[in-house]
């Protein structure tokens, strides 16, 4: 079993950064792939980016490439999201969940996930 907080989520003005924190309980957290998602009001919910369970594998969506960055430190249990040049298309809930299953970039390949994080960002 596998618990998730995320954290790190505020209203920031288009252009900034920040950085949310996915924390996890249990002892197997180390084994699993961890993806970030985001949901806007009236859309579905979108795959961001994912990293591996040894984090020797990134994926991230066209639309935040080069922009945005997965990490995870397993030793503390925790997954980052570093984003940065954030525009207003950026504003939504954002998700962590943890993995194991395919797709890479679809819900249906993670079966643990956060309660969610809001980041609004304003022009």
């Known amino acids: 079993q596998v618990q998730l907080v995320e954290t790190g989520g505020k209203w920031v003005q288009a252009g900034g950064s920040l950085r949310l924190s996915c924390a996890a309980s249990?002892?197997?957290?180390?084994?699993?792939?961890v993806g970030w998602f985001r949901q806007a009001p009236g859309k579905e919910r979108e795959f961001v980016a994912a990293?591996?369970?040894?984090?020797?594998?990134?994926f991230y969506a066209d639309s935040v490439k080069g922009r945005f960055t997965i990490s995870r430190d397993n030793a503390k249990n925790t997954v980052y999201l570093q984003m940065n040049s954030l525009k207003p298309g950026d504003t939504a809930v954002y998700y962590c969940?943890?993995?194991?299953?395919?797709?890479?970039?679809?819900?249906?390949?993670?079966?643990?996930w956060g309660q969610g994080t809001q980041v609004t960002v304003s022009s």
């Open positions: 990293i591996t369970s040894g984090g020797s594998s990134l």
């Open positions: 969940a943890a993995g194991s299953t395919y797709p890479i970039r679809g819900p249906s390949g993670y079966g643990y």
């Open positions: 249990g002892r197997t957290f180390s084994t699993y792939r």
